[in-house]
């Protein structure tokens, strides 16, 4: 079964920085766009970054300058670095992935979602 597994969320004082990982695994025969949602109590679920298969990136305004995302092939692996986190930050992540598992479409799979909590 194709799935994704977030990992490396915690507490954390503002300033530090967190590195999260997202891996794919199961049925894979192909993955083009990876990325980063997160999502605050109350709020919608927002675009944090994503990363296409050339390696292009697109980021969230809040984000641009202090995370990068980055991806490791071989692996089915997306990382997602966060410097200078700062209590607005505090959210669940969630990865995603268009996957192709070999049947007629790809498909959009998300992670379950790991919390990352910034301490002023």
């Known amino acids: 079964q194709v799935q994704l597994v977030e990992s490396g969320g915690g507490l954390v004082q503002a300033g530090e920085s967190l590195r999260l990982s997202c891996v794919a695994s199961g049925g894979i025969f192909s993955i083009n766009a990876m990325g980063w949602y997160r999502q605050a109590p109350g709020k919608q679920r927002d675009l944090v970054a994503v990363?296409?298969?050339?390696?292009?990136?697109n980021y969230a305004d809040s984000v641009k300058g202090r995370f990068t995302i980055s991806r490791d092939n071989a692996k089915n692996t997306v990382y997602l670095q966060m410097n200078s986190l700062e209590p607005e930050d505090t959210a669940v992540y969630y990865c995603?992935?268009?996957?192709?598992?070999?049947?007629?479409?790809?498909?959009?799979?998300w992670g379950q979602g790991t919390q990352v909590t910034v301490a002023s």
């Open positions: 995603n992935a268009h996957m192709w598992d070999g049947s007629s479409t790809w498909s959009l799979y």
């Open positions: 990363i296409h298969s050339g390696g292009s990136t």
